[in-house]
Structures are given as C-alpha cells and as structure tokens.
C-alpha cells in the first residue's frame, strides 16, 4: 500500500510539472488556454488585476487540482501493482490506462468543451491540447509506477 501512495504523491507532482510546462505561455497549447481564458484580449493592465484578484484563491484550486492528480496516480499505482502481483507483465498496465483514456478521459474533455462556452476551431485546438496533455500525464505516470512497483 505504501507504494501506491508514494506512486500517487509523485504522480501528482508530475501532473502538475507537465501541467505547468504543457500550459506555459512558451507553448501554443499555453497561448490556446489564454484565449480560452480570454485573456488575449485584456490589456497588461486587465490581466494584472485578474492575476491579483485570483492569487488569494490559488492555493485553493492548485490544492484540489493536486488531490484529483492524486487520485489518477493512485489508480494508476495500484492497478500496476495488482497487474504485477497476479503475475501479469507491467506492460500490460499501458494497454489498460490507454482504455481508460479513450473510454473515460477523452470522453470527459469533450464533454466539458462541447457544453462550455468554447466556440470553433479553439474548441479542437482545446480538445486536442487537453487530450494530449491527460494522456502525455498517463504515460509518465505509468512508467514511474513500473519503476517503482517490481513483481
């Protein structure tokens, strides 16, 4: 059990490494998130007192987006340790968290732009990146989990 939770906490961690990096201004996914935000149209001046207005909140949300990270490692961790456990290969832990990115995640995306306030190409562009990133977090995550848990 311990290393489920220690495959949760670095889980989490890195969910939030590629978050920050996948949504950096630095990329396009980044200057995609703006616009969604709205953001590309405010000027420096809009955009500091939004920033300023939300930094009390921050800890708040990044709090909950960790716990929610969490909660996927943790999943992760352990259907990698219960894969090796029984005597099935950790590879197979791949196969099994790309269906649940089809099947779940992917799913959940799309949903969330189809009823959100997204509109046109920004919407695929939002799609894609959030797709791509959930999926670019899977992976990692499942590799570490195999380093981590040996049979």
């Known amino acids: 059990m311990t290393t489920i939770l220690i495959v ?4 989490s961690i890195i969910s939030a490494v590629v978050g920050t990096l996948w949504y950096s201004n630095a ?3 980044g200057k995609w998130h703006m616009q969604y935000l709205g953001f ?9 007192k939004l920033i300023a207005e939300a930094k009390p909140k921050m800890w708040k949300a ?3 987006q960790m716990f929610l990270s969490f909660l996927t490692a943790f ?3 352990f259907v990698t340790k219960y894969t090796i456990q029984n005597g099935g290969p ?3 832990v791949y196969s099994y968290v790309l269906m649940i990115w089809v099947a779940f995640t992917v799913p959940m995306i799309g949903q969330n732009i189809l009823w959100g306030k997204t509109e046109g190409s920004l ?4 799609f894609i990146s959030d797709c791509l990133s959930n999926l670019l977090t899977l ?3 499942t590799y570490i989990a195999s380093l981590i848990i040996k049979g």
Do not use: C, H
């Open 8 to 11: 949760g906490i670095i889980g």
């Open 27 to 29: 990329t396009p996914m």
């Open 40 to 48: 590309d149209k405010l000027s420096d001046e809009e955009k500091q």
């Open 62 to 64: 990044y709090s909950a």
């Open 75 to 77: 999943f992760i961790g």
């Open 90 to 92: 950790a590879n197979a």
């Open 123 to 126: 919407a695929w562009k939002r």
């Open 139 to 141: 992976l990692i995550v």
